[in-house]
């Protein structure tokens, strides 16, 4: 990429007050050298076409706010270089939910579901004034699925979620997992109740998409398995 | 014909308004969800997005769970940090406070990292010190590199578990006064607000309105902020005739990225990372012999620049290198996972085995909208509230960070005053009756947005906003004259001249962030202004400003907090005036580290 000053790149389109369908529009857009994909959007916001749309807000890969298919795959745009894309990036909103403009879909059903596992700690109250104990081991037991930011790459990468729209979804899974295995939780049973109904746990085929697609590095195939193995232990 | 505006109009009466979801709102809307005040929550993003998820390294309680510590010790950090700047009863309740707030949230179900017999873990930072500054002292408690995070999600869960009302997108355009101005004796009675989904206003009616909205980073071109950092509450309510606090201290973090200014946090240093000049040197030996690299950020910003005009910048440049490779994998890959993955991503460099090159970023602004210790919002020098606004976060200036703010601090804050935030208003609701209705407290604000959305040609916002981010960063960062100051006031005004042309290319209804970043423009020319005219007026030199022409702090002249109000039909500001700082435990003294 060291001598290449520019890239095309094609955006999905969507206006819902002019348009029916979604369509593509290709921009010739200047790359700078460490230059991420949101650094191209907002760079086409800016010289070509002001009513480009997307969503994005710390531009470093914590706040989640602008994952997107991007060549093929979801990523967050903020923290995918260009020079890993070659000359042509297509950008288009995550799969699976409803396209509201351009890149932004509606996030109210995802959050429904986030909302739906009861993604909160549950514990009588403590007595006198200190922390409660937990060990390092207790603590590192569900480490890994705090990190997870909320952005929807991984739901709606999954086969099983675009098959099945009721299905509750890894990013859910993530957030219960998160608490079932947090020593200090005493709802974890349920969090497992709802996650064995229909449209929980098992709707998981384990293709590892999710995990391809998480921008945190959560492994959640892993996290999603521990669950229904708590399930079925409960049986 | 589409528009960037729809004609209906919502209503919607509660009795607490709370503006912004970050960890200060989200509190407040804790406390007012336990006492049963109906409250709206309103965000422009989703709350999980909001920027105190960006913290790093930790958030300071005395806790004493790794080694002695005593608030006393915090508060008197936090005002010698803030160059006596702090008011320090302000900075008494945080110092104090900071402890039931951490257990708190470890009750709430925070994930702490833990000690090896499983209480709260904690490390150092920059400016924490044992008996008054001896050395440095274990006082930040920490979930890995991200406790912004964890504060987020959690206050966010427990949010979920109360019930409490969240209009997720909906961007707050305008405050609602009652009575006439805040300068006038109005009383703030709701909040317009945009839902971003369809382009409806609509007119949220309380008793009490917090402003919980953040800073103003994205002013300079270089920052860790994030896009939507930009004034939002403070430029609302100076434009209601609420003055702006303290402005003129801004906070450049010493380790940002080199070009993007994304953050590296302290944590780094708190681990024992060195900063490396181009002889290869620990510089700051040179500059707080004591604390070495975890002097405060004020002090190391200003030890960078001297390093690059000597010429010992890296190759001669304009950054120096942050070396974290004596800490080994295991430290590295354990405890700064995330700066790692920043490092690797958006430089290139990995920690492990090379030194990462860093320069100063726009990092935090000390000043804001200026509370009492309930978080009420004052109209002016002597005290006096605006009834019904409230503010709390780095949208506010208490003032607990003075002139500069120690790090974790800006988390001891939000927490501390967001949840007094909440306490506060919940009193107030339960003692107030509701403001009748009123038609057409939209009016105003529809005009401006119109304005922007119907303009036939102009100059396009991003144009306008680059210049801004490069003028803040030459003529108000680190280092400032007179000279600098002055140009900088006037380029903002002429900017100004040039925003009232700008011109929004998107006129749908739908999702238009074209139009809201263009109203951004304007909070971010507000900000800007009353920055650069609060540093032009204070003729010394104390924590983060830094003035040239003159380099000695003026306890005789300035030991007091500027307060700026903006000027009338739209001329630059010109009316300020001085509040003493309270002094209650610690005489000034010469800040040495």
Known sequence: MASATQVELKIQRFDPERDSEPHWQTLTVPVEPMDRVLDLLTRAKELFDGSITFRRSCAHGVCGSDALLINGRNRLACKLRVEALGRTITVAPLPGLPIVKDLVVDMEEFFDKFRSVQPYLVAAPVEGDGERIQSEE?????????????????????????????????????????????????????????LSDENGVWRCRTTFNCVEACPRGINITKAILEVSSAISARR | MSSALRAEVGQIDVDAIVVGAGGAGLWAALELAREGIPTAVLTKLYPTRSHTGAAQGGVCAALGNVEEDHWEWHMFDTIKGGDYLADQDAAEVLAREAIPAVIELERMGLPFNRTPDGKIDQRRFGGHTRNYGEGPVRRSCYAADRTGHMILQTLYQQCIKAGVKFYDEYHVVDLVFDGGEADKGGRCSGVVGYKIADGTLHVFRAKAVLLATGGYGRAWRVTSNAHSLTGDGMALAWRHGVPLQDMEFYQFHPTGIVGTGILLSEAARGEGGYLINDAGQRFMESYAPKLMELAPRDMISRAIYQEIRAGRGIGGKDYIHLDVRHLGRKVIEEKLPDITELARIYQGVEP??????????????????????????????????????????????????????????????????????????????????????????????????????????????????????????????????????????????????????????????????????????????????????????????????????????????????????????????????????????????????
């Open chain 2, 352 to 593: 492990i085995s090379e030194p990462v090159p860093v320069q100063p970023t726009a990092h935090y602004a000390m000043g804001g909208v200026p509370t009492n210790l309930e978080t009420e919002v004052l109209a002016d020098a002597r005290g006096n509230v605006v009834p019904g606004l409230f503010a709390a976060g780095e949208v506010a200036c208490v003032s607990v960070h003075g002139a500069n703010r120690l790090g974790t601090n800006s988390l001891v804050d939000l927490l501390v005053f967001g949840k007094r935030a909440g306490i506060r208003m919940a009193q107030i609701c339960k003692s107030t009756p509701q403001p009748g209705s009123v038609q057409g407290a939209e009016r105003a604000v529809r005009d401006e947005l119109l304005a922007l959305s119907t303009r036939p040609s102009g100059v396009r916002p991003a144009e306008i906003r680059r210049e801004l981010a490069a003028l803040m960063m030459d003529n108000v960062g680190v280092y400032r004259d007179e000279a600098l100051l002055g140009a900088a006031v006037k380029g903002i005004a002429k900017l100004k001249g040039e925003y009232a042309n700008v011109r929004v290319e998107d006129t749908g209804s739908v999702f238009n962030t074209d139009l809201l970043e263009a109203r951004e423009l304007g909070y971010l020319l507000d900000t800007a202004e009353a920055t650069a005219v609060s540093a032009y007026a204070r003729t010394e030199s104390r924590g983060a400003h830094s003035r040239e022409d003159f380099p000695e702090r003026n306890d005789a002249k300035f030991l007091a907090h500027t307060l700026v109000w903006q000027g009338s039909d739209g001329a630059p500001a010109t009316k300020l005036d001085y509040k003493l700082v309270t002094i209650t435990k610690f005489e000034p003294k010469a800040r040495v580290y």
């Open chain 1, 138 to 194: 207790q603590r590192d037991r569900y480490d890994d699925t705090t990190k997870c930011i909320l952005c929807a790459a991984c739901t709606t990468s999954c086969p099983s979620f675009w098959a099945q729209p009721e299905y509750v979804g890894p990013a859910a899974i993530v957030n219960a997992h998160r608490f079932i295995f947090d020593s200090r939780d005493e709802n974890a049973d349920t969090r497992l109740d709802i």
